[in-house]
């Protein structure tokens, strides 16, 4: 069965700091990766999906990259911002099922 | 474009009462899905479809039906509502391929007494 795990599971940094978020797979059969964006009190944002095909997308300042085999993917956000605090969330497509396979989310705090 | 919506936004209910959860899309997408989200667990899937008029059982679908009568609409039904059922329920959409991104509503905080 899947899981996803993301660790840790909140995180605070000073403004301007580039930093990493983690997710990690226990199924190497995923079709994509996707990352999404939670602001407190409102629906989910997608953010980058990668298919299983793919080493890693690019939006912006966000950076997400995909290793199948190791089962982790990583979102990279440089040059932080208040703006980007939220939580965010990774999801597993499993190619066998509709079903997305969702990490509890790691909730990030950019201090000013 | 309004995107996906969801009705109401918040609702108290009482042990054994029912209710039903309205999910609109305006984006033409066949798929519509129906998470529930609980305190520092991932979203789980309740029900999704996959076109007008199909349903089909996601990962927690006990006390919990759905319609999709309409290719815009799902309607998420509570027939006795259960303390267990305290959650904020998300509703989202996508395009005819399950591999793309989905498309989120604002979510409907339910709290049952």
């Known amino acids: 069965k899947q899981e996803v795990t993301q660790i840790p599971a909140a995180l605070s940094v000073p403004e301007g700091e580039n930093l990493v978020l983690n997710c990690s797979f226990t199924?190497?059969?995923?079709?994509?990766l996707q990352w999404f964006r939670q602001d407190p009190g409102k629906g989910l944002t997608s953010l980058l999906l990668?298919?299983?095909s793919q080493r890693e997308q690019t939006s912006g300042r966000l950076n997400a990259s995909l290793d199948k085999s190791s089962g982790r993917s990583t979102l990279y956000i440089a040059a932080s911002q208040p703006g980007d605090s939220a939580t965010y969330l990774c999801?597993?497509?499993?190619?066998?099922?509709?079903?997305?396979?969702w990490g509890a989310g790691t909730k990030l705090i950019i201090k000013p | 474009n309004a995107g996906v919506t969801q009705t109401p936004k918040f609702r108290v209910l009482k042990t054994g009462q029912s209710m039903t959860l309205l999910c609109a899309q305006d984006?033409?997408?066949?798929?519509m899905y129906w998470y529930r989200q609980d305190p520092g667990m991932g979203l789980r899937l309740i029900h999704y479809?996959?076109?007008?008029?199909?349903?089909a059982k996601g990962e927690v679908p006990d006390g919990y039906n759905v319609s999709r009568l309409k290719k815009q609409n799902f309607l998420l039904g509570l027939e006795s509502a259960a303390p267990s059922q305290t959650s904020v329920y998300f509703c989202?959409?996508?395009?005819?391929?399950?591999?793309?991104?989905?498309?989120f509503g604002p979510g409907t905080r339910l709290l049952v007494l």
């Open positions: 479809s996959v076109g007008e008029g199909t349903t």
């Open positions: 989202a959409s996508s395009y005819p391929r399950y591999q793309e991104t989905q498309y």
């Open positions: 999801a597993g497509g499993m190619d066998s099922n509709y079903q997305l396979i």
């Open positions: 990668i298919q299983s």
């Open positions: 199924d190497s059969a995923i079709y994509n």
């Open positions: 984006m033409n997408h066949e798929y």
